[in-house]
């Protein structure tokens, strides 16, 4: 009986085999006629540029090596072209551009007549010396409009959700400096303490969603989200802030770039005494009010005199001592 088994068990393994390495077959031979295809287009892109300079090759040469008897003079034009190849991505500078003469009738389209036109602006695509610069060839960051070309070098861009109650009631814009909050939940899902995560910290890009959406017959509003520029170190721990709890954005003022220490505040202290809020803001403000009296009175002793100063003035002025009986911020 187990004898009789054995071939039509035997015969399906065979078939399911056979048909496992006509699918891989298959698929390997599409994947590598899909390549082909690939390096065909690539092939015929980069034959169709070479002819295109050997055809503007031949035209110069030939418009050079003419006589006046043979042919009446070019009327030539002094266009920006490229001094050496340049990848892709590629921010041009002086000294990779140069001026050259282009008979009139053979500039393209977009060209540019001066070097300060480029200087600044990124290659879209890989381009070779002497190639004349187009508008289509390089562009300004303003035209490109992708993120990676505003992001400061050695930095990161990540996207943070916030609602739009948590950024500053909408009135964050690009270019903005901002300190993250993180409010805290415990396992339960409730808030249990709120905290600087992040200081002075700068918006890329906010967008501010106005939708809307039913549920449940209550009003839900979509969430925002600000793109910021954070060192790679920052972008580990913004990573993993969105696992504890919720961030909002708190707006700084253009002139302040200090960084400021606090000890966060726990749900606790708010429910056991509202003064402990009044308390910590009345420090801050004397503390920032004491730094400036410094900075006024170090700026005015730095400023120069006017007048020659009487032996009386030349004594150095005396500067107060600190007052003691002061309560320590």
Known sequence: ????LVNPIFIAALAVGILCVFLITKALRDLKEEKEARIQQEEVARQKVEQENLELKAKLEAASKATPTETPKIQTRPVVCFKVP????????????????????MIPEGSFSEIKEVIGKFTVRSVDAKEPATSSKVKSIREIGGMS??????????????????????????????????????????????????????????????????NAGLQKTAQD???????????????????????????????????????????????SDLGVI??????????????QKEESAKSEAEEPQAETPKESDQKSPEVPAPDSTKEEK
């Open 86 to 105: 340049l990848q892709s991505r590629t921010e041009v500078n002086r000294v990779m551009v140069e001026m050259r003469e282009y008979p009139i009738e």
């Open 278 to 291: 009044q308390s910590r803001s009345k420090r801050t403000l004397n503390r920032l009010a004491d730094e």
């Open 225 to 271: 989200t600000a793109t910021v520029e954070v060192s790679p170190e920052q972008a580990e721990g913004l990573i993993q802030a969105r696992n504890m709890g919720e961030m909002s954005l708190v707006l700084r003022s253009v002139k302040d770039q200090k960084t400021v220490r606090t000890r966060g505040f726990e749900k606790s202290e708010l429910a």
């Open 149 to 214: 070309y505003r992001i400061t070098p050695g930095m990161r861009a990540i996207a943070v959700p916030v609602t739009p109650i948590n950024s500053s009631g909408n009135l964050i814009t690009d270019g903005d400096f901002v300190d993250i909050l993180l409010s805290e939940k415990d396992k339960g899902g409730e808030f249990i303490r709120t905290r600087i995560f992040l200081q002075n910290i700068k918006i890329l890009s906010f967008y501010a969603s106005a939708e809307t959406e039913q």
């Open 1 to 4: 009986m187990k004898k009789k």
